[in-house]
């Protein structure tokens, strides 16, 4: 288990590049299994979760050629469907939520796929509800065998339906939309997700030869094909990682410039730090964040006291929330943090207030944040990375502290951040891997 030791309270600067979408490419990788044809993916991120599930797809049988770290060519033509079942299988799938996906492109494919306890962040309840619902209205037969711990699904003949889904599940919809686009007839989704990365898997499988309408909306119409063909893809950049570096520039004092952020597709994201008081300045699909003595947390309308909460795309996303909130620790101002979706996701806060904070936790759900307004640094302590977004938090709040800290535990952080250590310090960050 590695470490990182972080010495806080230096001001960064320069430029620094995102990394591919994690959250996209776990779909995306996922779809190569819907064709015998090459697929060349490129733009992937080379962190723990993505190489998991290349790893997976190897030993499924799926053909991977890497020429650079970042593109691989991917050729489903001879996959072992029963390693599925496997022990290894479970292990390794039991690591990552991001496998869960891949069983939609099993179903329109073979017909049949097994689901087990995924894994990823331990951040409350995580249903799998609305992807084997949506199945099952598929015409997907379903049995969870509790021994195995492993849901089975038999397709036989997968007919398109109307689905309204219960909730907008980003993985859900995108199971969904992958087994569909086999599927026999019209498949209607109502309530789908519509985030940039559902877009970018719609549109590559329209490539592939899918037809799907609505792309971008809440309401999908997928008439079925029979086969779908090779085609060329490239990850966007991951707006987590975009968002954590504006968080990261605010709370050092840094001036930093985040390059090619296709900014068309982060939504609200700028306009949520914007509300910190946060400065930032679009220079072509770059992000500039200059260096700010204190920035000063807007008030609503009214007067009251800013509220940032998570909603389903086009609303704020819960993987930032954590960033929101330990940047708001030195705004000048409060402000409330309501994590609706996930029950356990706040939970890292009394690590902060360890540091110095000033935060009040309502309840799992909602914490009240009193924002420092930099008259006093927080303090650098030993802390343990409970999840990715909480990690990148504290390692935030470490690179702007007084003195030593101590992230234990960053098996999380490399769940999702690329090489974060040696790019933090081109920027000029003091981070070590211990
Ligand atoms: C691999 C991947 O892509 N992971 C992302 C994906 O996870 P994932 O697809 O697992 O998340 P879901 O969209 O299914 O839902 C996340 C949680 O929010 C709850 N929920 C969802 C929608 C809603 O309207 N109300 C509600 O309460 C769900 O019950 C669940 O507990 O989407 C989440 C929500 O953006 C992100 O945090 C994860 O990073
Ligand atoms: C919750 C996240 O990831 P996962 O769904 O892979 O656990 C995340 O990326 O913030």
Known sequence: MHSFEVIGGKKLTGEIIPQGAKNEALQIIS????TPEKMTISNIPDILDVNLLIDLLGEMGVKIDRPQRDTCIFQADDVDVDYLRSEAYRQKSGRLRGSVMLAGPMLARYRKGFISKPGGDKIGRRRLDTHI????????????QQEEGLFHLDAGNMKGSFLLLDEPSVTGTANIVMAAVMAEGTTTIYNAACEPYIQQLCKM????GAQIRGIGSNLLVIEGVGYLGGTQHRMLPDMIEIGSFIGLAAMTQSDITIKNTSVDNLGIIPDKFRQLG???QLEGDD???PEQDVYEIQNFLDGSVLTIYDHPWP????????IVLVVATQARGSVLIHQKMF????????KLIDMGAQIILCDPHRAAVIGLAREQRLRGITMSSPDIRAGVALLIAALSAEGRSIIQNIEQIDRGYQNIDDRLRKLGAQIFRI
């Open 287 to 289: 992000i500039h964040v």
């Open 343 to 350: 029950e356990s996701r706040l939970f890292f806060v009394d």
């Open 133 to 144: 619902i949506g199945f099952e209205k598929l015409g997907v037969r379903f049995h969870y």
């Open 205 to 208: 499988l329209t490539r592939m």
């Open 31 to 34: 779809a190569v299994l819907l």
């Open 315 to 322: 609303g704020f996303t819960p993987d930032l929330l954590s």
């Open 278 to 280: 946060i400065q930032l």
